[in-house]
């Protein structure tokens, strides 16, 4: 064969494998479309007024002893419904062990801490205010207090009937809310829908990355980018996380995969928010962790050079949503 054939058989095949390569990155794409709506649960339907009671639940510092914290205290919608410090303080300036975690997206949620604790968000939002480290305040008590105003005893009249305010009410409206807060589109999406000039190239190859060689994608999978499961990913540190639950070997220093959406505005990262940027929360996944008997099966050094976390970086910046403004509830007295 000559050379100039050879050239053009090399070009035909070149040009074939990379149409299949082409053909595999958009098909992964569809693996990561948005849900067209909310999934409520049949136990606490969606009503417009319960989303709207959970909104003041969330954000009224009566529900504290002190009457200076509520939920978005923590959970606050100018850090990524998050706060921006390594660790949460709670109660009398009370340093938790762990970072306050994103609420967005919780309604896909299935399991609620980084450890998984909680089974349903109506659970999981009765115990930040009990927590003597938290809002520190007993449910009876926090009861009482709601009782004491009147708009409040309306408002759950009004939405939950004779059942009227008790923890599980409260539960339920804080529930319903915190389901409503959801990730905006992003240009991710836009370019999953067909949008072609919606994300720059690095950040093209950055999700070739991490659903390729990165093996990001064998847990951040899914239109929120998690499986929700539970993984030991070799960070050091004592907080041996899902096992002091279960006491199964295979959970010691086991933590929730978190959703990656918004990521972009939740530094710092991890369940102890020892990463400052998202680099460097990247860059842990080359050495693949510390290695011990729990460390995930699904955790092996992978090979990335500088470029290619620049590109996963870029990527991940790609799913920072539009999100419509955060108007402050008014509070009933
Ligand atoms: C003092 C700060 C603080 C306050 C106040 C607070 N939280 Fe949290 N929240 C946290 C921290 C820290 C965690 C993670 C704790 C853990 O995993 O052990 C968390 C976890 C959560 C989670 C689980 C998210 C997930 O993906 O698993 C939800 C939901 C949540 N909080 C909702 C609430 C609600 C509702 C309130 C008000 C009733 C509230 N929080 C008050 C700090 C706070
Ligand atoms: C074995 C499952 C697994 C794999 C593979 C994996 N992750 Fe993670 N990821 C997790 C878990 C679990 C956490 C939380 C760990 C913790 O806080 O202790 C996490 C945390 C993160 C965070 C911080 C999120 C936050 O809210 O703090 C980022 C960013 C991240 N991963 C990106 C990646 C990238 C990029 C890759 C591929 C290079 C990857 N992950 C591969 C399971 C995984």
């Not at 606050?76 to 303080?89: K, L």
């Not at 009937?161 to 339920?172: N, P, R, Y």
């Not at 933590?255 to 990247?282: C, E, V």
Request: glycine content about 8%; charged content about 25%; hydrophobic content about 35%.
């Amino acid at each position: 064969m000559s050379g100039t054939k050879l050239f053009r058989l090399f070009s035909f095949i070149i040009i074939i494998c990379s149409t299949i390569n082409v053909v595999e990155a958009n098909d992964l794409k569809e693996d990561f479309s948005r849900p067209q709506s909310i999934p409520f649960p049949a136990s606490n339907p969606y009503t417009v007024e319960k989303a709207a009671l959970g909104k003041m639940l969330f954000f009224d510092p009566r529900l504290s002893r002190n009457r200076n914290m509520s939920c978005a205290t923590c959970h606050n919608p100018s850090f990524g419904w998050e706060d921006a410090t390594q660790t949460a303080t709670g109660s009398q300036n009370t340093r938790l062990d762990r970072h306050s975690p994103t609420i967005i997206n919780a309604a896909w949620g299935e399991r609620f801490f980084w450890d998984g604790r909680a089974g349903s968000l109506e659970e999981q939002a009765k115990g930040p205010i009990e927590s003597d480290v938290e809002m520190n305040l007993p449910l009876e008590e926090a009861v009482a207090r709601l009782k004491q105003v009147p708009r409040y005893n309306d408002w759950f009249s009004r939405v939950f009937g004779s059942e009227g305010i008790s923890g599980d009410t409260i539960a339920k409206a804080i529930a319903t809310y915190e389901r409503t807060i959801v990730s905006g589109q992003a240009p991710f999406d836009r370019w999953v829908n067909g949008d072609e000039q919606a994300i720059s190239n690095v950040a093209k190859r950055g999700f070739d990355t991490f659903v390729g060689k990165g093996k990001c994608a064998s847990c951040h999978t899914g239109w929120n980018f998690t499986d929700q499961k539970f993984y030991d990913i070799g960070l050091s540190g004592e907080d041996e996380g899902r096992y002091v639950l279960t006491d199964k070997p295979t959970d010691k220093f086991a933590f929730k995969t978190p959703s990656l959406r918004n990521i972009g505005q939740r530094a710092p990262y991890m369940h102890d928010g020892r990463f400052k940027d998202l680099k460097s929360a990247i860059r842990h996944y080359v050495s693949g962790g510390i290695s011990r008997a729990s460390l995930s099966e699904k955790m092996m050094p992978v090979v990335l050079t500088e470029s290619d976390i620049s590109d996963i970086e870029q990527f991940l910046l790609s799913l920072t949503g539009t999100d419509s403004a955060v108007s402050l509830p008014l509070l009933p007295y």
